[in-house]
């Protein structure tokens, strides 16, 4: 073959090729419901609508080939290598690409298939305290860059536009606090307590005695340093356990940004611990992200961010505590509160970017900011709820006729 003629099959190979980069492009924009954000290739070529509100850019072709494979999980890890990258206010571009996605556009054979490959990390004993140290104990350092100053990692409550992270969380200690009356000399039980804020807080204010349990050696070390120095340790206990592990019979359960760790597969298991726990006029309440019906968790998130994780619909939080014939007192929606709680996360972390990349790396950074950004766009769009679900034995009916108890000054 000579020299022009092998030119010539280059240059129709190559633009064959490229004509089919270009209808992969088309069709994974189609597939994400052909939202108001252009899709730009790598030799500048477009696909989508002139105005827009941002651009994901793929920087080389097998960012884009491998999307059909498994959308979501491909997707971050190309952003994280940086084979793309997103032109425009990240949270603005992913909530429009969020409302205009199709409910099942991940959720082709080819992905069906795979995904039975990704096997999410049960939450069995051994494993869940692997699960939770993969996340949370990261190092307090790296959480107190961005965090409020308690340390509270979980939905905030905004009563005010103009009000800071730090007041919104206090509101959403006060909110919770309220819906559960509690009165002095109560006994509550924490499921899954965090650095401990909320369980001092109950102990503090309210005068109540509280048994925490958390499964994070740093969250759990952190809340029992802060119950000595406040002197709140003679009400507030701290105890590095699993939640199925909980002992003894208390007033009041209470449980926040935990559930979803718990696994479907051991929503029976929490059940029964609340309902073994709970004395027979106690009342509980369930804090957790939600769906508006069952779907598979992410594979992005539960892979590199959140193993074994897995977000409930509200019908399965129901499930935890319907065996049991607990009546149902209160369900409220805060799924916008938390959208504004994840952007102001985001705007923190990105002033501490440059501390958070020296102690990690860069594409620690991407991921984070990425799952924050993505987090709060997802409740934006309404892909993702935040339930609270307040619940009590079906005896208990000394409660307030109105909401009017909660929004007292």
């Not at 000595?228 to 009400?235: K, S, T």
């Not at 594409?363 to 619940?391: D, I, N």
Request: proline share 3%; hydrophobic share 35%.
């Amino acid at each position: 073959m000579n020299g022009g003629a092998s030119m010539g099959l280059v240059q129709r190979l190559d633009g064959e090729r490229q004509g089919m980069d270009r209808r992969l492009a088309e069709m994974m924009y189609r597939r994400i419901g052909s939202p108001r954000v252009c899709l730009e290739l790598w030799n500048g070529e477009r696909v989508g609508p002139e105005q827009t509100v941002g651009c994901i850019r793929f920087r080389e072709r097998p960012a884009l080939w491998c999307l059909p494979l498994n959308m979501n999980l491909h997707f971050g890890d190309a952003y994280i290598k940086g084979a793309i990258e997103i032109e425009g206010d990240l949270i603005e571009v992913l909530t429009e690409i969020y409302r205009s996605m199709p409910e099942h556009s991940d959720r082709g054979l080819i992905s069906r298939l795979l995904r039975r490959a990704i096997n999410p990390r049960r939450n069995t004993l051994r494993r869940s305290r692997k699960n939770i140290q993969s996340h949370y104990d990261l190092g307090n350092d790296f959480y107190r860059l961005w965090l409020d100053r308690e340390l509270i990692y979980t939905c905030a409550y905004y009563t005010d536009e103009r009000q800071t992270l730090e007041a919104a969380q206090f509101a959403k200690m006060e909110h919770i606090c309220r819906k559960l009356r509690l009165c002095p000399g109560e006994t509550v039980v924490e499921a899954g307590c965090g650095w401990g804020a909320l369980a001092l807080h109950m102990g503090r204010y309210y005068d109540v005695r509280v048994r925490a349990y958390n499964i994070s050696s740093e969250q759990i070390r952190h809340a029992r340093q802060r119950a000595r120095e406040e002197g709140l340790d003679d009400r507030v206990e701290f105890i590095e356990d699993d939640y199925r592990h909980i002992d003894g019979e208390y007033d009041v359960f209470v449980s926040v940004g935990m559930l979803e760790h718990v696994g479907r597969e051991h929503h029976a298991e929490l059940g029964r611990v609340i309902d073994r726990c709970l004395k027979p006029d106690g009342r509980g309440l369930l804090h957790s992200v939600g769906r508006n019906r069952p779907q598979q968790m992410s594979d992005w998130i539960e892979k590199r961010i959140f193993p074994g994780s897995y977000v409930p619909a509200l019908s399965e939080m129901l499930s935890v505590i319907e065996p049991h014939g607990f009546s149902v007192l209160d369900v409220e929606n805060l799924r916008m509160h938390y959208a504004r709680t994840l952007r102001d996360w985001l705007e923190r972390f990105e002033q501490v970017s440059d501390q958070v990349e020296r102690m990690f790396d860069a594409s620690f950074v991407k991921a984070w900011r990425l799952y924050l950004g993505g987090c709060s766009a997802a409740f934006a769009a309404g892909s993702v709820q935040l339930f609270q679900l307040l619940f009590a034995r079906p005896g208990v009916s000394d409660w307030p006729l109105t909401r009017a108890h909660l929004y007292r000054e």
